[in-house]
């Protein structure tokens, strides 16, 4: 009923560079909001970036300008341009799906598997 098809991340330097791209598929919301969260070890998981279908975006506040949300409602897919990282953005980060459900009315989220972003020299 959804999946979330998550790909990018991997290894990168401090200053540089990486894009996600998070899929979405779904049977059951016609509206919902897309996200990016993060958790580092031994940290909570926090928001990254996410966008709702009307196109409105919300960051997390470490992110100062560094990250761009760009959703792409024919295709599904949520976009995250991440710029001038750090080693403090090494963490998992999972692609994020929720709404109201056209099944049952009542809210749900559902999370991707996670993909590992590692900035070190």
């Known amino acids: 009923q959804v999946q979330l098809v998550e790909s990018g991340g991997g290894l990168v330097q401090p200053g540089g560079s990486l894009r996600l791209s998070c899929a979405a598929s779904?049977?059951?919301?016609?509206?919902?909001?897309l996200g990016w969260y993060r958790q580092a070890p031994g940290k909570q998981r926090e928001l990254v970036a996410s966008?709702?279908?009307?196109?409105?975006?919300d960051y997390g506040d470490f992110v100062k300008g560094r990250f761009t949300a760009s959703r792409d409602n024919a295709k599904n897919t949520l976009l995250l341009e991440m710029t001038s990282l750090k080693p403090e953005d090494t963490a998992v980060y999972y692609c994020?799906?929720?709404?109201?459900?056209?099944?049952?009315?009542?809210?749900?989220?559902?999370w991707g598997q996670g993909t590992q972003i590692t900035v070190s020299s």
């Open positions: 779904t049977s059951i919301f016609s509206i919902y909001t």
């Open positions: 966008v709702t279908g009307a196109g409105n975006t």
């Open positions: 994020n799906l929720q709404g109201y459900s056209d099944l049952d009315f009542k809210y749900h989220e559902y």
